[in-house]
């Protein structure tokens, strides 16, 4: 192999990198077509990595938003037909739900991913922090849980 070759890039790491570019700038408008395009290319695997990392910068900066509701149904739209990014989404409006203190479930929160109670247990919810003390997924969820009840006096 020539090492001229062997310094080069492979083509799906370059595509990645040129969609976490054009996601972080794609005008609102332009987002849904953009998100769709991505997820047909070719590398399903790669393309799936792009969504996420896009569906996750932007839910953390949206989740708060009076906008979010929209801009999640569009998403939804897209991404339907990919159940991690479904999930991922639903995640979410999950955490959403709980640490804006909106209804949420107990099964909800306890069936969620490691990825998610966690986030959770780091929040402020009371009741999301007991149940995640008692009930979380693993050691270090129930740990990160009752370090935020603790912080709070609320254990």
């Not at 339907?80 to 909106?102: K, N, Y």
């Not at 929160?109 to 009371?126: F, I, R």
Request: glycine residues 8%; contains cysteine.
């Amino acid at each position: 192999m020539n090492t001229e070759d062997s310094r080069q890039e492979p083509a799906e790491h370059a595509r990645f990198a040129a969609y976490l570019v054009e996601l972080e700038q794609v005008a609102d408008a332009d987002e849904s077509g953009l998100v769709g395009e991505v997820l047909a290319d070719p590398d399903p695997v790669m393309a799936r990595a792009a969504v996420v990392r896009h569906l996750d910068r932007c839910a953390a900066r949206l989740w708060c938003e009076p906008g979010w509701e929209e801009w999640g149904e569009a998403m939804a739209r897209v991404v339907t037909g990919h159940p991690f990014l479904m999930r991922r989404l639903q995640e979410w409006s999950l955490f959403r739900a709980v640490a804006l203190r909106l209804p949420w479930h107990r099964d909800d929160l306890l069936a969620s991913s490691d990825w998610l109670q966690l986030k959770t247990a780091a929040g402020t919810n009371p009741e999301a922090l007991r149940v995640l003390a008692g009930s979380g997924r693993t050691k270090r969820i129930r740990n990160t849980a009752r370090t935020g009840l603790g912080r709070r006096g609320t254990g």
